[in-house]
Structures are given as C-alpha cells and as structure tokens.
Nanobody, 119 residues
Framework: QVQLVESGGGLVQAGGSLKLSCKAS????????MGWFRQSLGKERERVAA????????VYADSVKGRFTISGDRTKNTVFLQMNSLKPEDTAIYYC????????????WGQGTQVTVSS
C-alpha cells in the first residue's frame, strides 16, 4: 500500500498563487508516476497535471497549462503543484494520486486538500 497526504490548500484571491504538496509513504518505492487531480461540486474529476519520476515532460490539462507546474523530489517521495494566476474556476478539492504503471492507472489516492479562489 501507498499512503498519500496532500497539504498546502487554502483561500487565495484571484491572481494569487498556492503550492500544494503530496507526501507518499508506505511502499512509495513502487510509484512510477504521480498526478494531480481536482474535483468541484457538481463536476467530474479532472486530471490537471502528471509526471513520471524517471524523467520526461509533464502533462497538463489545457485549462491550467502555463499557470500550473508539477514537480517532485523523488528522494523525499514528495510531489508538488505550483499554482499561479489562480482563477475562481480553479476552486476545487485537489487530490494527488500515484501510479505504478506510468500513469495509465492511478491505484493510490490522497484525501484531498481544498483550494478556494475568490474573485
């Protein structure tokens, strides 16, 4: 099992920034890829960013491209999501997820952290 704990959410004004963190524990050595997802009330879950530990370019949803950056520290089993130029429509619960197969399937999920962007 892999346990994921997100942190860093909060309330921010439009145009502001937040940095989310996700710490993996347990069998974290088995993780190959990490992703960030979000879900707003009444909307479907959306993948906002993902990356693999072995290298390669990260992928982003069109809605956040150019504003969000995913990064990680493999030695600390921690992934980050830097969110800049936040918009009210970014308001959601943000979840990190871990994959053992390169991102095709995310087996492990955190409990989420709330991000609220005020206008």
């Amino acid at each position: 099992q892999v346990q994921l704990v997100e942190s860093g959410g909060g309330l921010v004004q439009a145009g502001g920034s937040l940095k989310l963190s996700c710490k993996a524990s347990g069998q974290a050595f088995s993780v190959y890829a990490m992703g960030w997802f979000r879900q707003s009330l009444g909307k479907e879950r959306e993948r906002v960013a993902a990356t693999v530990w072995t290298g390669g370019n990260a992928v982003y949803a069109d809605s956040v491209k150019g504003r969000f950056t995913i990064s990680g520290d493999r030695t600390k089993n921690t992934v980050f999501l830097q969110m800049n130029s936040l918009k009210p429509e970014d308001t959601a619960i943000y979840y990190c997820a871990a994959s053992r197969d390169g991102g095709r399937r995310y087996e492990y999920w955190g409990q989420g952290t709330q991000v609220t962007v005020s206008s």
